[in-house]
């Protein structure tokens, strides 16, 4: 993880919030790279959820709700983690996890030498359990309360309990109150899904783990409504839709390059269920800290829209014309988390290789998300004409994508760069491109396009570069395009 951290502050990636004031440590700010990336990922989602569908819309409500969705909803009286403070040093635990780290040990037996214990462990030289902080190894701990994740806030001028509401801490409760809006005015029939993409605020109690658990953070989440009067092939079809969007959501993170063998699908045992839902399922994926969650698949039956039927006096319901009769739908809930995407996609797309004897460092990101898609390098800066149709060459392919000019170093130094913020391809314009005009040599207009994973060269007319990467930042094969034009030398 130290490596994706500084390798992100270091090419502009992700940066610590507030840093110069020393950082908060639970919410990160997104730099030129990482918000082209995050734009990218947020972009593919969306393309693929919603535009791409014939049953799904979008939408975008309002960070600040009213307060009552939060007593609807369950989060005001349930959202809440068990907490423990530190007597001595104030340090805060969350009571279910503090067995999972490491814990400070001033150990009897050796005269109150201080250690560091694995975590769940116990001392090897006294044999005794963590009973006191795990951090500073001196306090006891409080017992357990619970502390609501929410982020308060006034609605209004005025201070007073009449104007408290909250921070959203999940995009959801948007979709479900909307749900008769954007049924009446799209004029939709089940199955459809609603989706949206957005910030969430929680007060976590140990963020952490860089962008994996901060308390602001974007959530892609997707509320599908199903007729519980329906059955597919004899199955119920709320069932059924459950398993289609397991499987649609579990192949996605691989059509966007994330390795098979780096996801998995952990099913909720009993215990571990929320009380309304029917069925859920983790797509977890192998971070640098441990297999985690990267999204969850819920099926949370009718809960969310009675509730808020409940409490509003609105009816939430569908006309079933077949029947002719109102049903409340189910609805499955694939919630993903952008940001945690964003850390999977790093990580996965994070490679350090041998080249020719030395290291190189290459984010292999899938052309989609990676946040530049074509530098253009000039071979030699001193050459007046190279620079002029370097720019000019930047100028007109970043029209139609993401584009950059470089020459701030020898060309082999400026594609490693390129390979560390996983740019897919390099243009290079050298002597041969423009001539010697001073000895009356016109160039051939030829460019070298080099590919940032198998690092091979060709060289092509400039005038067919729109074309080339119209295939090549479409659905074309490196391979394909490579094999229509003559290698350029290395
Ligand atoms: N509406 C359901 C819901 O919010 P969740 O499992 O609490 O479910 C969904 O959150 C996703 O949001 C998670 O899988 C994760 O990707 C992301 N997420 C949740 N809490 C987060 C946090 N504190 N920091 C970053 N991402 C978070």
Known sequence: MDVLVSLCKRRGFIFQSSEIYGGTGAAWDYGPLGVELKNNIKRAWWRDNIHLRPDMVGLDASILMHPQVWKASGHLDHFTDPMVDCKACQHRFRADKVEEQSWIHYCPATKGNKFEVPAGE???????????????????????????????????????????????????????????NVLQSMRLKLPFGIAQIGKAFRNEITPGNFIFRTREFEQMEIEFFVNPLETIDGRPADEVWHERWIESRFAWYQRYGMRRENLRIREHEKDELAHYAKRTVDIEYQFPIGWSELEGVANRTDFDLKQHAQFSGKSLTYFDEERKQHVV??????????????????????????????????????????????????????????????????????????????????????????????????????????????????????????????????????????????????????????????????
């Not at 701990?141 to 609605?155: G, S, V, W």
């Not at 400026?414 to 491109?433: A, K, S």
């Open 122 to 180: 116990p001392c090897k030289h006294c044999n005794v359990r963590r009973s006191l902080c795990p951090d500073c190894g001196k306090g006891e701990l409080t017992t357990p309360r619970q502390f609501n994740l929410m982020f308060k806030t006034f609605m209004g001028p005025v201070e007073e309990d009449a104007a408290v509401t909250y921070l959203r801490p999940e995009t959801a409760q948007g979709i479900f109150v909307n749900f008769d």
């Open 329 to 490: 739908p189910y609805v499955i809930e694939p919630s993903a988390g952008a940001d945690r995407s964003l850390l999977a996609f790093l990580a996965d797309a994070y490679r350090e290789e041998e080249v020719r004897g030395e290291r190189r460092v290459v984010l292999r990101f899938h052309p989609d998300l990676a946040p530049v898609k074509i530098a253009v390098l000039p071979l030699l800066k001193k050459r007046p004409e190279i620079v002029t149709t370097a720019h000019d060459l930047r100028a007109t392919l970043a029209r139609r994508w993401v584009t950059v000019y470089d020459d701030t170093a020898a060309i082999g130094r400026l594609y490693r760069r390129q390979d560390e913020v996983g740019t897919p391809y390099c243009v290079t314009v050298d002597v041969q491109t423009v001539g010697d005009s001073a000895k009356g040599e016109s160039g051939d207009r030829c460019v070298t396009i080099r590919e940032r994973d198998s690092m091979e060269q060709i060289r092509v007319p400039i005038a067919e570069l729109p074309g080339i990467f119209e295939r090549l930042l479409g659905d074309g094969a490196w391979a394909d395009v490579a094999r229509s034009y003559p290698p350029a030398r290395g």
